[in-house]
């Protein structure tokens, strides 16, 4: 597996619980009640069949994205880009909500 998009990026899912998270993804959806993580790649097709391969490209079979995380919604109050890593179990991030 290859990263398409360069390095992916760092974002922070802070939790109900008071929790937070950090994941590195290209990017996120909100999908029937997930934050659905994902990075795109380069992935033999043979291959996909070992991932959780979220969408594809048509013009390059190998070339797809890729979830790396799902969350439930419920379990999330607010998601962003990180602007430091993650150090402890909460976010002190400028932007964090709180």
Known sequence: ????????????????AGQAMELWADGYSHVRGEYVFSNLVRLSVRDQAHADVTARTPADPERV?????????????????????????????PTAAG
């Open 1 to 16: 597996m290859e990263f398409v998009g360069g390095p992916p990026s760092r974002w922070h899912v802070e939790l109900v």
């Open 65 to 93: 994205m890729v979830a790396v995380a799902r969350i439930a919604a419920e379990s999330v109050t607010a998601v962003h880009t990180a602007e430091r890593p993650l150090r402890s179990a909460t976010c002190e991030c």
